[in-house]
Each structure stands twice: as C-alpha cells, then as structure tokens.
C-alpha cells in the first residue's frame, strides 16, 4: 500500500471512487487569493469583526460611493478603515450607487457628471487612494443603455451612447484623479460582442480601463466561464493589448453563497486563472456575502475561506473528473516549497474520491508525507460552524513513482475537504477523533401540517441552498410536527443540530421529544427569512437504538431543513496547528517528528509571530495549553500572559473566532489546544434593571430579556444614557460582553436586499475616553445577540456607561465582564 493512504471519512460507498489529480510540478503560479472578495461584505466599520475579517486577507471588496442613496450603510470610505487595518487589499467603488433607485434612475450623464466629480474628489483626498478602483458604469447592457438589444442596429446605436458616455467620464475621473484605475465595462455576463468592440475603442481612444470587470451569475457559469476568459484574452492578444487585470465583481447565486461544496468550484476555477473575483450582494451587507454569522461567528463558508486565505507559495494544476462542468468535483491547490507543505480545497460531489498526488519531490518531501484531512461543512447562512473537524491523520511512504494517494469516502455534497501533505518525520500522528454522527433531512422525515418545499437548484439558482435543496415549511398548524426516525449506536448524550428558519419576527419555539416522553422547549432566534437557514444546538440523551425524535409547533412557525446526530465525547476540544498558523518575521518549519497533531513544528525565535484562529461556541472562560518546547508569550484581547509548555491556562474567549499570538525568544511549537463550553464561573453579569439610567433612557418590559426587561430610549440625547456599576475582583483587561437587540432598516424598495442598519454606542469605562461601538441588526427587536469588548477595570467599583450623543444606541439587555486571563 506503499502511496496510499488509509480511507478517510464514512464506509465506501458501492461505486468506483471519483479520482482528482494534483501535479505539484505543475505551476500555475504565486497564489493570488484573489476569489475571496464580496460586494457590499462589510456594512460599517467592525462589522463583520477585525478578529473573522483579518484572517481572510481579503484582496478586493466592492462598496457604495460616501452618502450613496443605494443602500443605507456600506460606504466605501467608511468601512475602508477596517478593511485595510486588516490587511485588506482595495475597493472597488460602485459609483451609480449613488442613485437611490434600482435599475439606477436615468436622469442623463449631465445629472451624472456632478456626482461622478463629488465621489472622485472625496476619494482621492483619502490617505489611500491609490487602493480605490472607480466603476462608473454598472450593468450598462441593461441599465441606462441597453447594450445587450438582440437587434444589431439598435446595439450600435445603444453601443455607441455608451461609449461617449464612458470616454466622458474616463477623462472626468482622470482630471480630477491623474493616477485613478478605472474598471469596466461591468456587464452583467460576458459578451464577446460588447468586449470586442470595448476594446478597440477604448484602445482608440486611451480610454482603456485598467481593470477589465463583468459578472458570472448564473449556474451555468461554472461550465462556460473558462471559455468567457479564454475569449476575452484572446480579443487582448489580437488588438495587442497587454493582459489586464480582471476582477469578475460579482460572482455566485443564492444557493452557492455559504455553502463550501459549491464557494470551491467557483474560486477553483477563478484562482486557476489568476482571476479577482466578488461573491454577489442578495440580501443583507455586513457578513461577507453569507460566510459571516453575527459580527463575529464563522460559519462553514467562512472556514472555506480561512483555508484558501493560507494557501502559501504557487498553485498547482488539479485536474477533475469533469472539467468546467456544473455541480461536480472540483478543487485548487498549493505547493510552498519553502514551507515543504502542500494544501488541497476540493468539494462539489457526493460520493467517494481518490486524490492522487503527483510528483511529490524527495529533496521536498522525503520518503514518506503526513496527510491531514480536515472538512468544512454546511452550517447555513446564519448557523456556527465550530473549528473544522480532521478526518484523518495519517504517515505514508511516498510510492516510487513519487505518488500519493489520498482515499476520501463518504463525502458530502455541501462540505469543502482540506489536504494538506507535510514532510513525515519519527513517531506517529495522534490518531483523528472521529465521533459517530448521522444526518437526517426534514423532508424525508413523517410530516403532520406541514409542506415540502424546493430551494436553490441549477434551474432555479437565486433560491436558497437547503439540504437535499428541500425543506419542510408552513409548520403552522397546531398539530404541525416532524418525526424524524433515528437509530444510534450506544446510550449516552448526543448533539442535535437543527437546520432552521424563522421568520416569525421573534424567537420561536417547537416542543421536542424523543419517543412521545415529556416535551422540552427549542427556542429558535430569528432569521433574514424562512429559508435563510441558521442553526441551533441542543443535545438529547438516548438509549441505543432506533427512537422518534418529535419537533411540534410551539408558539410560532419554524421551517425544517435538517438534523444531525452525532455522540458527545466530553467537552469540545481543538488543536490548532501552528505549521498552518499566520506567521510574521522569519520562523522555520521542522519536520522532524510527526508526533501529535502530524503537521511537525514552528520554530520562533525573536521577532517571529505566529497568530491562530480559535473558536469558541460562545463567551467564557476556556483551558488553552501551548505545546512547546519551551515557554511562550500568548496576546489575546490586548493581554499578554506567558503559557508554560502544556501547563493550562485559563483564557476568556469571545463567541466565535479569537484571534491568539504567539511569540517566544526560542521555542519550537506544535500547536495550541484549546478545551471547554465556555465557563461562566466567576464572570460578572448585571441585568438591564442594575443600571441607573438618565434622560429618558428607561427600562421596558420584555418576555425575551434575560430578567424580564431591557433598556430602551437609549441614545439620541447626550442625557439619555446607562451606567452600570461594576464591581471588579482584581484590576486588568476584561472582556465587556453586551446583550443587545436591535431591528433597524431602511427600505430602498430593492427586492432582493434586506437593508438592515446598524447601531452605534459609546461606551465609557470610568474617566477614559469613550468608546465608539457598532452593533449590528439582530433581525428582531426582542432577539439578543452578544458583541465582546475589552476594556480595563480597576480592582473595586467601576462605572461603564452607555450613551450615543446623535443616534439611537441599541437595546440592552444585561452585560457580562469576564476576567482575560481568568485563575486556573
């Protein structure tokens, strides 16, 4: 079995495995990341979060002009404060977006020109305007100018409008910004017949864009976009036009959005290309076009990124078992040669699979690799996905023919698979820790007062993904419920998984039961809609066997996608491998030994840093424990505190990624582990009524506020404000975790956006100076979601105060302060 690896994943199934080819001596070139960008993916400054933006080292997003009408958040040169402090690369700024109505209105280029000079001087007065793109046409085959007519006559006459509009306002932007890159002409698929006269005429007249756009929105996409490349750079070769960089700005349907198995196809076939590309804005801005849950939360999408955003070196040709074919298994990969790593993304087929790695070089990798399989799965739009799960662990020979061959079986239509191969050094890797799990989909379930329902397919793309692409809906009669028939190996507790949507404009409830005994309640919070999937996590304890597990109608109607079942082995618990982490300075690789996590060794030394994404399912206190050869320096939240090798520290942790660096004057590190639910021993928590509240700011009511009641009116006024008295234990950095809720929106009457707004507060601890913070639509006014902050206490009383001079701040429930580094 010399090359090849024992199966990952569930039993084979009956057919011969699909086979994926990796050549790494086949170069295509230094990895771009260039795939990973999201038109109207950030809303306001910190949302989504520094700690789940940063990680994806974003090379491009596309955001409206300053005080565009379009949409009531996204500006560019707002969010462009997070976007580049977190290592983002440039803005493309969509400069109709100023227009209000959607198709934009067409009140003629002379109510146009104004504008157009009113974004470009406010944009090249920025410290960074040399990472601005100006789009001043958007969609222009349909809008304003309907270049896509069928009727040739009326195409050169529409064609030509065009292009004295475009010349026009080309040499506008230039006047006012000489060096401006100008992209175009944006439209809203390929058409050789628009590009080729484009072209020449921009060639003509020296209006050519220095970055070529159009969008790719349709399944069909994913077969026909090579050949649309292919076209376009030919059109170049044969007018004499040097390559131009291309980014296609809006890229992806509904039901890619969120979902690994189809975001793989797409940015495989992009990257591939050396291709810029933006996933499409469908409906609300702020969470990177789906792959952000919350502020802060990632989801399965988001991990699917996180692991393309750390492909190092040049990628390598991949060839699938069906090239530009829709809905089929596709994938990217990498090679570092200086690392001596080799990473591949695949997904986009159910079924079994053999990689075979080619040409894996001796002077790189020795004779044998260590093969890490990790899997990113579909958690919804809205739904936690915790840190990806490693499916197998395992040391090989490298065959003669310098092969390897990694066997995947069972894989999931919806998940994204990571390789990654390293060098194998002595010892053995600690074997993957794979719990029994099963999924059941709601559809093939028995349903009482209910509906069946079809979601995104290729043939209706702009539907949203659901499992199967079905899910039970109009659960709103009283005897509405699904029984779902399940069957587990062994008594003990188990993780239910409910793939949902609640559109109720509240929490929801089901009553759930196992076998007919005494129901307990499952509160669902709210979703953008019925079908824009989220997920909650309950647990049941189940003796082995077959049982009915039984979700009826509690006090408002749910929609059912899917559940999984899989057997609770003891606290949840992670390794972050510190070969794979982010580094900074000049840390080495050491293979030596493929003991523990497999993946061999970081070796900092002064000026080195190392920073890993770690998870946590919600806010508290964690055990995290550094494996290495010596003592380090961990910073989390601002703290640094120094972790001795595999002794536990006790750290609080956010919901969702935390962002944890490493540093050391020498040690050699294997990776970080973290474990724990979130303990809440020991954290400070005040309800909404502990506040004294002034001018106007009042306490109200609520069934769905921790203790009964929330603070309203909050805001608006310098008066109107809420200070609670905090009584810390010890002084230091603490993590200020606040309970909020708020519905802001503002209807532009586009029916394919949600514009949901949000809410800032400023918060102030003691005399500092107060603290702007953005809070993000909750999609209700009674759901609570937590937004974390650091902030210093002094040991004794303290005041943190609430307040927003201009605006509304949001409700608040209650606030929690967990101590950073928290007493073993």
């Known amino acids: 079995m010399a090359g090849t690896l024992p199966a990952a994943g569930p039993a084979a199934a009956a057919a011969d495995p699909q086979c994926v080819t990796v050549d790494l001596a086949a170069s295509e070139g230094p990895v771009t990341h260039g795939a990973n960008g999201a038109l109207y993916g950030l809303s306001d400054d910190s949302v989504p979060s520094d700690a789940v933006l940063e990680p994806l080292k974003i090379t491009s997003i596309s955001q409206k002009p300053e005080g565009g009408a379009q949409h009531p958040n996204g500006d560019a040169l707002t969010v462009s404060k997070s976007f580049f402090r977190n290592g983002g690369g440039e803005i493309n700024v969509m400069m109709q977006d100023i227009y209000a109505k959607w198709p934009y209105e067409d009140l003629g280029i002379n109510d146009y020109l104004p504008k157009v000079d009113k974004i470009v001087k406010e944009v090249s007065a920025n410290p960074n305007s040399d990472r601005f793109v100006y789009i001043p046409f958007n969609e222009p085959d349909w809008i304003w100018y309907n270049i896509g007519v069928s009727d040739q006559a009326q195409y050169e006459i529409n064609r030509d409008r065009f292009f004295k509009d475009w010349k026009t306002v080309y040499q506008r932007i230039r006047a006012i910004d000489p060096d401006a890159r100008i992209a175009g002409p944006n439209e809203t698929g390929y058409h050789t017949r628009l590009m080729t006269d484009f072209l020449a005429f921009a060639q003509r007249e020296n209006v050519l864009p220095q970055v070529m756009t159009w969008h790719e929105l349709s399944s069909s996409s994913l077969r026909d976009f090579q050949a649309h490349y292919d076209n376009y750079r030919s059109i170049e070769r044969r007018l004499g036009i040097a390559p131009l960089k291309i980014n296609i700005d809006e890229y992806a349907n509904r039901r890619d959005l969120s979902v690994p198995g189809q975001l793989v196809q797409w940015v495989s076939m992009f990257e591939r290309n050396k291709v810029y590309a933006n996933q499409a804005y469908w409906d609300a801005a702020g969470n990177m076009d789906g792959n952000v849950v919350r502020s802060n939360i990632p989801n399965g999408g988001w991990w699917f990124f996180r692991w393309y955003a750390g492909l190092t070196g040049d990628t390598v040709k991949v060839t699938p078992p069906q090239a530009n074919t829709i809905d089929t298994l596709q994938g990217l990969a990498s090679l570092d040669t200086s690392r001596r790593q080799a990473q591949i993304l695949l997904g986009g087929s159910a079924g079994d699979s053999d990689v075979v790695v080619r040409n894996v070089s001796r002077p790189v990798f020795g004779r044998t690799v260590t093969a890490t399989v990790t899997e990113a799965a579909w958690s919804g739009y809205e739904g936690q996905h915790a840190t990806p799960r490693v499916l197998a662990r395992t040391k090989v020979k490298v065959a003669d023919d310098g092969s390897v061959t990694v066997p995947l079986r069972g894989l999931h239509k919806m998940s994204a698979y990571r390789i990654v191969l390293t060098p194998g050094g002595s010892g053995t890797p600690s074997a993957a820790s794979v719990p029994w799990s099963a999924s059941y989909e709601a559809e093939d379930a028995a349903i009482t007062g209910g509906r069946v329902y079809t979601q995104g397919t290729v043939s209706n793309p702009n539907g949203y993904a659901a499992s199967g692409t079905k899910d039970v809906g109009s659960l709103n009669q009283a005897s509405s419920k699904v029984d779902f028939t399940v069957t587990v190996p062994e008594a003990g507790r188990y993780d239910l998984s409910i793939l949902y949507g609640n559109q109720s404009g509240a929490p929801a409830t089901q009553k759930l039961s196992v076998d007919g005994a005494d129901p307990v309640t499952v509160t669902y919070p709210s979703t953008e809609n019925w079908t824009y999937r989220a997920k909650k996590d309950v647990s049941v304890e189940l003796s082995a066997g077959t049982h009915v597990l039984s979700l009826s109608k509690g006090d408002a109607e749910v929609t059912l996608d899917r559940v999984d079942l899989t057997a609770r082995t003891g606290a949840p618990s992670a390794s972050y491998e510190a070969t794979l982490a982010d580094i900074s300075g000049k840390p080495s690789y050491d293979y030596s030994s493929s003991a523990g996590v497999g993946t061999g060794a970081l070796v900092l030394r002064q000026g080195d840093k190392t920073i890993f994404d770690v998870y946590a399912p919600r806010d ?98 310098a008066a109107a404000t809420a200070e609670f008295t905090v009584d810390a234990p010890r002084s230091g950095r603490y993590l200020l975790v606040v309970h909020y809720a708020h519905n802001d929106r503002r209807d532009n009457g586009h029916a394919y956006n949600t514009d949901i707004m949000s809410r800032t507060a400023d918060i102030t601890v003691g005399s500092a100076t107060p603290r702007k913070v953005t809070f993000k639509n909750t999609w209700s006014w009674d759901d609570y979601w937590t937004l974390s902050v650091p902030v210093d206490l002094k040991e004794g009383s303290n005041s943190v105060t609430f307040g927003n001079t201009s605006a509304w701040a949001p409700n608040i429930d209650r606030i929690e302060l967990g101590r950073v580094i928290g007493q073993p």
Do not use: F, Q, W
């Not at 509240?693 to 909050?714: F, R, T």
């Open 620 to 717: 508290g206190h964690y055990r995290v424990v550094s494996r290495a050869s010596a003592a380090v320096k961990l910073t989390l939240h601002g703290e640094k505190v120094t972790a001795a090798p595999g002794r536990p520290l006790r750290l609080y942790l956010a919901a969702g990624n935390n962002r944890v660096a490493m540093t050391a004057g020498y040690a050699s590190v294997r990776s970080l582990d973290v474990m724990g639910d979130g303990s809440t021993a020991g954290t400070l928590s005040y309800e909404a009524a502990s506040a004294t509240l002034a001018g106007g700011a009042k306490l109200v009511d609520s069934p769905h506020a921790s203790a009964g009641s929330y603070i309203g009116d909050l805001g608006n006024s």
